[in-house]
């Protein structure tokens, strides 16, 4: 006995772009095909356009309009690595199309937590790619051009390109990944095919990030037994190949404000702070809590003098979690990891502020914090 037109089974294939999944599903939701009677593949190769076996026929008003809350939610998830994505998306999408317009709303609900799972882990990997991945200089045509090798968890290289973009505007560069490669050429931004290689070209010159951390201390005195141990908790605090440091405008206004207050790039050390890939704007005291215990050796081998904390994770991170930016900022206190410890703004705190006036507030709080920290480790040298 043949199977009747409502039990046949349709086999779609989809790209993981955004684009190629908004068009199949509105296909497949314009043709009024269940999400049980729908078996998803991921397609090979580029997006090539339109699904004209869905589609044919099809009037334009014919075609239902996908929520927009949804397509942003999709963005993130097409990203994801898990094969059944495409089922669940769909299946939710069909929903809120077919009587549950505020599903997403329903937190409880088990598609709902699956999709945002997901959703988080896409988010994370894009900022962990844009904070990690290292530039290096080759020549390509005869043009100097930053080159880098990154392997992402899942397929985010479309999320993070436009984020390099910005960071990297003046630079000519290409990043490569296992599954995908993104060019800026300062005009224009294209994708290309993933590369199965770890080792970028190399020219003999300096491995240094475009936009790398200029402030540094150097190999030679990062060494244990250094006066101030200063650790930060923002995403602009990573390392540069084995190099710790605060990158960009972080890390100039960083090192502008240390030297005002007589801090020395030889008396400090800068924690390779264990960055939990959390929300630097909502952080938490489980963040806090697994930065302070991978600090515990780390504080261990220093043996600093002071604990300089740089932002609110930092600060809960070396002071516990009581400790509120806006009310114990520039207090010293005693720690068991060092004879003084005090927490003040990361630069990244000063810069986010877009009002001038706020901006130049904190920058002065900023300022006199390292001052007075500058002025506790002299003292604390003169009693030896």
């Known amino acids: 006995m043949s199977l009747s037109d409502q039990e046949v089974q349709v086999r779609v294939s989809v790209a993981p772009e955004l684009a190629s999944f908004r068009e199949v599903s509105r296909g497949l939701l314009a043709r009024g095909l269940p999400p049980e009677r729908v078996s998803f ?10 699904v004209d076996a869905l589609l044919r026929g099809m009037a334009p008003g014919a075609l239902p309009v996908v929520p927009r809350d949804f397509l942003g939610l999709a963005e993130k998830v097409v990203c994801h690595r898990e094969p059944e994505r495409w089922a669940l998306l769909y299946r939710v999408l069909w929903r809120l199309t077919h009587g549950e317009r505020r599903l997403l709303e329903r937190e409880v609900d088990r598609d709902v937590q699956r999709l945002r ?34 392997r992402p968890e899942h397929l985010v290289v479309r999320l993070a390109a436009p984020f390099l973009v910005g960071r990297f505007p ?54 244990a037994g250094a006066p101030v141990m200063m ?13 710790p440091g605060f990158a960009g405008a972080a890390g100039r206004l960083l090192e502008v404000v240390l030297s005002r207050a007589g801090l020395k790039p030889k008396d400090l050390h800068v924690s ?12 938490g005291w489980r ?9 515990a050796l780390e504080v261990a081998s220093v043996r600093p003098l002071l604990m300089l904390a740089l932002g609110p994770v ?50 002065i709080h900023f300022e006199a914090d390292l001052r007075s920290a500058a002025q506790w480790l002299r003292l604390a040298g003169a009693r030896g």
């Open 170 to 223: 003046t630079l000519r560069w290409s990043l490569f990944t296992p599954d995908a490669s993104a060019h800026w050429d300062l005009a224009r931004l294209s994708y290309g095919a993933g590369l199965a290689w770890e080792a970028p070209p190399r020219t003999g010159g300096p491995t240094r990030s475009p936009g790398a951390p200029r402030f540094q201390a150097p190999p030679e005195e990062r060494q």
């Open 272 to 283: 390779r702070g264990p960055w939990s890939g959390g929300d630097a704007d909502a952080p």
């Open 231 to 243: 650790v930060g908790d923002v995403p602009d605090t990573r390392e540069d190949g084995d190099v």
């Open 287 to 295: 963040e806090a809590q697994a930065f302070r215990e991978a600090l």
């Open 117 to 150: 799972r997901m959703e988080r882990a896409v988010r994370r990997d894009v900022r962990s790619l844009v904070i990690r991945v290292r530039f290096r200089p080759a020549v390509s045509d005869g043009a100097e051009r930053y080159v880098a090798w990154y």
């Open 314 to 363: 930092a600060g809960q991170a070396v002071l516990g979690p009581g400790f509120r930016l806006h009310l114990n900022r520039g207090q010293f206190v005693q720690t068991p990891w060092a004879r003084g410890a005090m927490a003040t703004f990361a630069p990244s705190d000063v810069l986010r502020r877009t009002d001038p006036r706020e901006r130049a507030e904190l920058r």
């Open 41 to 50: 593949e991921e397609a090979r190769g580029p997006w090539e356009g339109r």
